[in-house]
């Protein structure tokens, strides 16, 4: 129900206001006073019937419908009277008819003042139809060509053409639009001429300038619109008029809806929407129209998005493909960016399937696609559907795409990341995309990827993925290798491990791998790490989070890594050696190394050597000892030294070198300390090595004498005379020879206790000196060759031993015994300077000699002190 009020306009002194149930604005108030009065003079005995006028004040606020009569009560010609009825503007273009407004416009009733106020009821009624005319040419000329304002002469039935047509329109035109069904001359409001106005025929000269269309309503003519037949039945046949209903008035946009072309968008809009089942294409009109004319009417494109989805399918079913392709890229590149934009996935689905179908298709828009956001928008379905059916066809479109196609594909889509990195030929080709990519691409492609590394097939694809990882990223992939592959694949372990160390992290990804749960390829993983150098050792041999028998397995395997240099250098650490060599305890190569390329010290190799010799094989073992033997007899090296020595002279046994052994440990230049030792040893040794040092006494006599005195202890000196003594049944020749050689020196040393060596080498040479034979060449050496050889040999003899506080009285007896001359010794020795009292001491060390000796020595002895003059004879 709206509130209607009126005005009466007719003669009263020239055409006026005559009655007023309103008061408008001056400008609406102008228009209606000129817009009531007739639009052209009448001829004279011209009579016409009761016309409509329908007009939009300017205000915008009431719309006027008006009816106009020719006013015969006034005396002057011409005069008209015409009731308007002031309609609120929104009441106008909503009510659903207009036949209640028409009532109060009575043609039959000559007003005679403006009713008052009155509610109308707006509702639809029955109306019949029109008369024939030339209806489609002026729905043409209205609606469906480009809008021009309307003349049409000699119409039947006006009223009801016009109410009609008013009742048709849908409310944004029907508010705007303007028509008189008797116009005599054209019509304007506001400037612009009236939409449409009826005239009679006889006044179509009057619309010679006319702008719009002039029809004649009389004459056929056949339709020119393939909508004009529809809307005419519409408008003009329909029961109760209309050209939109209220779904299509939900479709026009707001700029489009007060203009007849609403009706064309809709019209165009149905006929697309039927032909949909059958062509596709029509989806793309479709879009046209929502993107133009409707963006924002939510609910109409809401709506739409199926019918858009069946359409992409049907296209899919239907087209070939590369048609089907072409298709779906035109309807993306609609969709993107507008209200219909969450469509996209919808339409994307129709793309995967497609894909699955013809896959070089896909790769072919999507390498075209030059960055348009529409085609971007397909890729997830493009992949879904390559993924889905993966098979040769996919393969070779994604061998042969761009770079960025390809790795747009795999990032869209992990189960196609799967199935190219089990794909030998894809995985090359992602290797050659990857260095191609920029930062956001690369990005994208590590994130989707690196779950996916799980081969040593993948490695070409992962060396520049895990050389951009930071060292989170690192220790992530570490994590994620040990949760999903168990550390399997070494060669991706080794990428991480370059990567570590660029990132000098190394420690920070052994640190990672102990928090993960022991296996073989944890341990592996840490191997890999592990490099002979001295801070990887050091970590291995400090580390208190992996158990004795891992920490221990992995030191060997590393060690058993390193080349010579590296192994020495390792040893080089005092304080390593010490640990890694307990810690090699029972591990025979290990030490067998450390004792052969170690350059340990003495006193580190020997214990490691020891251990050796019970489990090496020959000759393997005579080896070690020999060469330790040597250093051993070179130097001191702590602990029983001589028991070590004998054991290694009993494990070389008859395999002994005697004259490299005397060589070593005899030398010119070693220490007194050594020389002692060794003597001792030589002596100690076990029969077999003994005797292979007897054999070379020769050498061994001529290593002593080549020192320029000999510094030797008791038991030394003991020990060499009793080698020397020894020497006679083995190699006399060679211990002749030697005695010359070192008697000299002997009697040179007089303040070492030598005196017992002596006691071996001076007999040997006496009793050569008493032959009658010339002196052998070896004794040119012996300083005492004269005329007398054994009287200057005695004389130097006692003169030596007396002068010596270090050599034993004892051992001149011996020494005489073995000369088998005692008496002419013990009575040189009676004779000279204090010889009693070195006579008295001799004596009483006579229970020191051997008992073969000691009975002479005795009697000798008292014979002297019986008869002291004895001692005097010239012989001696």
Not at 128 to 146: G, H, K, V
Not at 496 to 516: G, K, N, P, Y
Not at 740 to 762: D, E, K, N, Q
Not at 792 to 805: C, G, K, N, Q, Y
Request: proline letters at 6%; a negative charge; charged letters at 25%.
């Amino acid at each position: 129900m709206i509130t209607v009020d009126t005005q009466l306009h007719g003669y009263r002194q020239g055409h006026q206001l005559l009655d007023s149930s309103a008061q408008l604005s001056k400008t609406d108030q102008s228009v209606i006073d000129r817009l009531s009065d007739i639009s052209g003079p009448l001829r004279p005995g011209e009579f016409f019937e009761p016309y409509l006028s329908a007009y939009p004040l300017p205000s915008s606020r009431f719309y006027v419908l008006a009816r106009t009569w020719q006013d015969l009560t006034v005396p002057r010609a011409g005069c008209v009277r015409t009731l308007s009825l002031i309609i609120p503007t929104d009441g106008w273009q909503d009510a659903r008819g207009v036949q209640s407004f028409l009532d109060i416009l009575d043609p039959e009733t000559l007003p005679t003042s403006a009713p008052p106020p009155r509610l109308i009821n707006t509702a639809a009624t029955l109306m019949p139809q029109a008369p024939e005319f030339r209806a489609s040419e002026l729905i043409e000329a209205l609606f469906l060509e480009d809008p021009k304002p309307v003349a049409m002469f000699d119409v039947p039935s006006p009223d009801l053409i016009a109410v009609r047509l008013l009742t048709a329109l849908w409310p944004a035109l029907r508010r705007r639009f303007a028509l008189s069904t008797f116009a005599l001359s054209p019509r304007k409001i506001e400037g612009r001429n009236f939409d449409l106005v009826f005239a009679p025929k006889d006044a179509r000269a009057r619309f010679a300038d006319w702008p719009g269309r002039r029809i004649d309503a009389r004459a056929g003519k056949a339709a020119r619109h393939r909508w004009t037949s529809e809307v005419v039945e519409r408008v003009f046949q329909s029961s109760v008029p209309w050209l939109l209903d209220d779904r299509e008035i939900r479709l026009i946009s707001e700029d489009e809806s007060g203009t007849p072309a609403a009706l064309r968008i809709a019209l165009l809009w149905d006929e697309l929407l039927a032909k949909l089942e059958q062509s596709p294409s029509a989806a793309l009109g479709l879009l046209d129209i929502a993107n133009s004319k409707m963006h924002h009417r939510s609910t109409v494109l809401q709506d739409l998005q199926p019918a858009l989805a069946n359409a992409a399918l049907r296209a899919v079913e239907t087209l070939p493909a590369p048609e089907a392709w072409e298709f779906l890229g035109a309807m993306v590149r609609k969709i993107s960016g507008t209200p219909l934009t969450p469509a996209l996935p919808s339409v994307s689905i129709a793309a995967g399937v497609l894909a699955a179908r013809s896959p070089a298709g896909a790769i072919a828009l999507l390498d075209h696609a030059g960055g348009d956001d529409a085609i971007e928008a397909m890729v997830p379905a493009i992949a879904d559907g390559l993924s889905a059916h993966f098979g040769d066809a996919a393969e070779r479109a994604l061998v042969e795409a761009q770079s960025q196609t390809f790795t747009r594909l795999i990032v869209a889509n992990p189960q196609l990341a799967r199935a190219t990195l089990a794909n030998p030929k894809l995985v090359e080709r992602l290797a050659q995309t990857i260095v191609d990519l920029g930062p956001p691409s690369f990005d994208a492609l590590r994130d989707e990827i690196m779950p996916a590394l799980v081969d040593d097939r993948h490695v070409a694809v992962a060396r520049p993925l895990f050389a951009s990882l930071g060292v989170a990223g690192v220790l992530t992939e570490v994590k994620r290798l040990s949760q999903t592959i168990h550390f399997q694949p070494t060669s991706l372990l080794l990428l991480l491990i370059e990567r570590a160390r660029q990132l000098s992290a190394i420690e920070d990804l052994r640190a990672t791998l102990l928090t993960v749960a022991p296996s073989p390829g944890r341990d592996q993983f840490l191997r890999m790490t592990l490099s002979p150098v001295a801070d990887d050792v050091w970590w291995l041999l400090q580390q208190p989070n992996l158990g004795t028998s891992t920490a221990n397995e992995l030191l060997y395997d590393v060690v058993r890594k390193a080349d010579a240099q590296e192994f020495q250098n390792l040893l080089e650490n005092a304080s390593m050696a010490t640990w890694l060599i307990e810690r090699f305890a029972g591990v025979a190569d290990l030490l067998l190394r450390a004792v052969n390329e170690g350059n340990l010290p003495l006193t580190l190799r020997a214990p490691i050597v020891f251990q050796l010799l019970p489990v090496s094989p020959e000759p393997q073992r005579t080896e070690l000892a020999t060469k330790l033997l040597g250093d051993c007899l070179r130097a001191h090296f702590g602990g029983d030294e001589l028991t070590a020595i004998s054991t290694l002279f009993e494990i070389i046994g008859s395999s002994l070198d005697g004259g490299w052994a005397i060589r070593t440990g005899l030398g010119r230049s070693m220490s007194a300390s050594l020389i002692n030792r060794n003597l001792v040893a030589f002596d100690t040794s076990t029969k077999q090595a003994r005797q292979r040092i007897l054999a070379a006494i020769g050498e061994f006599a001529e290593a002593l004498a080549a020192r320029s005195s000999l510094d030797l202890n008791d038991v030394a000196s003991t020990a060499c005379a009793a080698l020397l003594w020894d020497a006679q049944s083995v190699n006399l020749t060679g211990l002749l020879r030697g005695a010359g050689r070192l008697l000299p020196t002997l009697f040179r040393s007089g303040r070492s206790p030598v005196s017992a060596i002596v006691a071996a080498t001076f007999p040997l040479v006496y009793r050569e000196l008493a032959k009658e034979d010339d002196v052998p060449d070896f004794f040119k050496f012996v300083p005492f060759i004269d005329w007398d050889r054994c009287k200057a040999a005695r004389r130097e003899l006692v003169d030596t031993f007396l002068s010596s506080d270090a050599w034993r009285p004892s051992d001149l007896a011996l020494t005489a015994c073995r000369a088998s001359d005692v008496g002419k010794i013990l009575r040189r020795a009676a004779k000279s300077y204090r010889g009693e009292a070195y006579i008295a001491r001799v004596a009483a060390d006579v229970e020191m000699l051997p008992s073969t000796c000691r009975n002479e020595v005795k009697r000798t002895i008292r014979d002297i002190q019986s008869d002291w003059s004895a001692k005097y004879d010239w012989r001696d």
